[in-house]
């Protein structure tokens, strides 16, 4: 049993149970207090002309005053002499809890500095004076206006079936939790891709029947880029999104649950009083029971703060102040920043796309979605092309030089043309390009072309090897 000073009560008290006639063993028993504290108590009382055939009209303020004075140790300052090598060591005692060592450890570490006190003095020690294991202080926090704000969070609920893999899979739950009434939501999704974020954020609008006008999410990748205390940077994507359903996304600080403790608290209510000790038949099987759960049960229990009953709250205080439901579903842009090839094309999505421009090294940003991709450079939209499929091109002639269109575009007419126009031997090619021999006649208009002009032949020439390219 630990060291502690007893109340001047408690000493009347194993007085008067030793005058009783009790022995020192039932008097410890009754008392609450170790054998040797009474003990040591009883003897004191014994050297102060305490008798035990006096009875208790012995037990005076002034015998009891005597009693505590001489069976307790001298301590000036109220503690004892372990409690003051403690203190002395209490900067060094700080900076090993504040590392976090264990208090087993750091006591290993004090007797090696020839500090030798008792583990639980030390304990008491670094629990009074440093707040060692000690929760920090709740303050409540107001919980805004009705419809106001929804926390958001993922946790994991464990393992259901997956018919197509034939094995069970992980399966997670986005959770949205309306702080007003405490109405909440599951979207059961094995994964956690920007499509099933997006995916379960509409589902959730059509749930609560409207958007609420803050978004209170953790630093889930899918919409957080990059987290930062006051200064987060919002992935593309799901920023386009927040705009076009019309609310304002504040993230959570890294590592502090008390930025949304709302859904935090939920996500284990969820695990324990849904998921757990169900079956499951796939993935679509568990939303459908997640969205009935959300509604007949977690609706409409009697919420362990409020006292009162979420659904009803909501229908009543917050449902009415949302802003409307989407009607349509949302299309999910894609952002990257490719590089513009040689070829003055850039890769997106594995299709290629033409760049206006002298542009060739440069990074662009790109946004594609299912039917456009948009190119932008320095903030600038500089070209739209429709969506083509992975390993196709669109190429707009616009956008090559003007001496490079016909070769690039592979124009027969164009080439044929401006051969024409270097005389008789480019116009001969016309015809022999029409035959199936091309390479033949080739040769053979060639060598009728050797005395002719120099630009003549070279124009010739590129328009005989462009057509057997083709």
């Not at 003051?84 to 570490?109: F, R, S, V």
């Not at 969820?270 to 759960?293: K, M, S, T």
């Not at 790109?366 to 429709?386: E, M």
Request: proline share 6%; hydrophobic share 40%; glycine share 8%.
């Amino acid at each position: 049993m630990t060291y502690r000073e007893l109340s001047m009560i408690e000493v009347k008290e194993i007085l008067r149970l030793w005058l009783d006639g009790r022995s020192l063993r039932e008097v410890s028993k009754l008392s609450g207090a170790d054998r040797k504290t009474v003990r040591r108590y009883v003897e004191t009382a014994r050297a102060c002309g305490m008798d035990r055939d006096g009875g208790t009209a012995q037990l005076t303020d002034e015998l009891l005053g005597a009693v505590v004075c001489g069976a307790r140790p001298q301590r000036p300052t109220g503690r004892g002499a372990s409690w003051q090598a403690l203190a002395g060591q209490c900067e060094q005692l700080k900076a090993w809890t504040d590392a976090g060592l264990t208090l087993t450890k750091i006591h290993a570490l004090l007797g090696r500095r020839g500090v030798v006190v008792s583990y639980r003095t030390l304990h008491r020690y670094a629990t009074t004076e440093l707040g060692f294991g000690q929760r920090r202080a709740t303050v409540p926090v107001v919980d805004g206006e009705p419809g106001s704000e929804v926390q958001v969070d993922f946790g994991r609920l464990g393992l259901i079936p997956d018919p197509v893999r034939g094995t069970q899979r992980v399966v997670h739950g986005l959770i949205f939790t309306a702080v007003y009434s405490r109405h909440c939501f599951v979207y059961p999704t094995h994964q956690q891709t920007p499509e099933e974020v997006i995916t379960g954020f509409e589902a959730a609008w059509a749930f609560f029947g409207g958007v609420f006008a803050v978004v209170i999410p953790d630093n889930m990748k899918t919409i957080v880029d990059q987290a930062h205390a006051t200064e987060p940077r919002l992935n593309d994507a799901f920023c386009e999104y927040a705009q076009a359903r019309g609310f304002v996304v504040d993230p959570t600080r890294v590592r502090h649950p008390r930025d949304k403790p709302r859904v935090e608290r939920c996500v284990s209510y969820v695990r324990a009083n849904f998921f757990a000790g169900e079956q499951f038949r796939d993935l679509g099987d568990c939303r459908g029971r997640a969205a009935a759960w959300s509604r007949d049960i977690a609706g409409t229990r009697v919420h362990g703060t409020t006292r009162q009953r979420p659904a009803e709250v909501f229908a009543t205080d917050e449902g009415p102040r949302l802003a409307p439901a989407p009607a349509e579903p949302f299309d999910l842009p894609a952002y990257s920043h490719p590089k513009v090839a040689p070829d003055r094309h850039v890769q997106i999505a594995r299709a290629l796309y033409s760049v206006p421009g002298e542009l060739i090294g440069q990074r662009m940003s790109a946004r594609a979605d299912t039917r456009t991709v948009k190119l932008y450079w320095r903030g600038q939209l500089i070209k739209v092309h429709p969506v083509v499929a992975p390993g196709r091109r669109h190429t707009d002639p616009a956008d090559l030089p003007t001496e490079l269109t016909a070769y690039a575009m592979r124009d027969l007419d164009a080439l044929q043309r401006k051969a024409s126009a270097h005389g008789r031997s480019g116009s001969r090619f016309r015809g022999a390009s029409q035959s199936t021999d091309v390479s033949r006649r080739g040769r053979d208009m060639a060598a009728e072309a050797a005395g002719a002009d120099a630009c003549e032949v070279f124009v010739f020439a590129l328009s005989v090897v462009c057509t057997m390219a083709i």
